[in-house]
């Protein structure tokens, strides 16, 4: 759960800059900074750079990991991991 106090705008910046970005580098710093906030409404965002298969491997890997720390309490996304996973 986001506790911050203007936290739809924050996730939006998030989204934003996860569209936005260029190179390699600025895509997994986003991402780990999704996975860091632990807010479910980044599940889609993450997952969706996760199956684009035109992103490099190394950005596919980081959303995993970003989604990976999100699973606890999503145990229906540990499969979905899974399964992309195997995918890859």
Do not use: H, W
């Not at 906030?37 to 992103?55: M, V």
């Not at 606890?72 to 996304?77: A, G, H, N």
């Amino acid at each position: 759960m986001c506790v911050c106090i203007d936290s739809v705008a924050v996730l939006q910046e998030l989204i934003s800059l996860l569209e936005q970005s260029e190179s390699e580098t600025d895509k997994i710093l986003v991402l780990k900074s999704m996975g860091n906030s632990g807010c479910k409404e980044l599940i889609l965002p993450i997952k969706s750079i996760i199956d684009d298969k035109r992103q490099p491997l190394v950005v596919r890997t980081q959303a995993v990991f970003a989604l990976r720390k999100m699973a606890k309490p999503f145990d229906k996304l540990v499969c979905v991991l899974i399964q992309k996973y195997r995918d890859s």
